[in-house]
T-cell receptor
Framework: NAGVTQTPKFQVLKTGQSMTLQCAQD?????MYWYRQDPGMGLRLIYY???????DKGEVPNGYNVSRLNKREFSLRLESAAPSQTSVYFC???????????????FGPGTRLTVL | GNSVTQMEGPVTLSEEAFLTINCTYT??????LFWYVQYPGEGLQLLLK?????DKGSNKGFEATYRKETTSFHLEKGSVQVSDSAVYFC????????????FGQGTTLQVKP
């Protein structure tokens, strides 16, 4: 099992460009999450998806959109990148069975994004 | 609201020293508490967790006890190794079983031989 995979690993954008960060998990988890990690601020939740077909905003959703394409895949899109979106982005997944969340989240290796 | 506060880093220790990383939280109800570890260039991994007051989580020689009276979940290890060098994150999952996690800012640990 690969666990949680993310592409690309690194990306440099110019202000105003768009891109999509891809995430996939092979653990058959219902819930998936996107975080950003900034120095001194820990991880902050951007969006999450409790199950296929649903998405909800997290703490810092502005400037981002997400798509839960199917149970495996959860993508994050930056429509018009800004320097403030320079960060490391992590995707995670967790198991939920019959409404009970198991709370351990499994993380991908991250995407390091720089916006010039 | 819910929040997690960790001690400022970096923490620099010699091998075999005792480690404490402080974590306090603010939350309503009865959250679950976690420590995650991030090794250089990698994603986060769960280190240990505790789901109710007075529970002790432990793994790989690390321990933390859920103290509701002091709203704390301090991470300890009796004898650190160079391989423990990493960033450590304290996190809580609010009561209500949403699956979401709220993270502290992270504490960098550097262990020197």
């Amino acid at each position: 099992n690969a666990g949680v995979t993310q592409t690309p690993k690194f990306q440099v954008l110019k202000t105003g460009q768009s891109m999509t960060l891809q995430c996939a998990q092979d653990m058959n988890h219902n819930s998936m999450y996107w975080y950003r990690q900034d120095p001194g601020m820990g991880l902050r939740l951007i969006y999450y998806s409790a199950s296929e077909g649903t998405t909800d905003k997290g703490e810092v959703p502005n400037g981002y959109n997400v798509s839960r394409l199917n149970k495996r895949e959860f993508s994050l899109r930056l429509e018009s990148a800004a320097p403030s979106q320079t960060s490391v982005y992590f995707c995670a997944s967790s198991e939920e069975v019959a409404g009970v969340y198991y709370n351990e989240q499994f993380f991908g290796p991250g995407t390091r994004l720089t916006v010039l | 609201g819910n929040s997690v506060t960790q001690m400022e880093g970096p923490v620099t220790l010699s091998e075999e020293a005792f480690l404490t990383i402080n974590c306090t939280y603010t939350a309503t109800g009865y959250p679950s508490l976690f420590w995650y570890v991030q090794y250089p260039g990698e994603g986060l991994q769960l280190l240990l967790k505790a789901t109710k007051a007075d529970d002790k989580g432990s793994n790989k020689g690390f321990e933390a006890t859920y103290r509701k009276e002091t709203t704390s979940f301090h991470l300890e290890k009796g004898s650190v190794q160079v391989s423990d060098s990493a960033v450590y994150f304290c996190a809580l999952s609010p009561s209500g079983n949403t699956g979401k996690l709220i993270f502290g800012q992270g504490t960098t640990l550097q262990v020197k031989p």
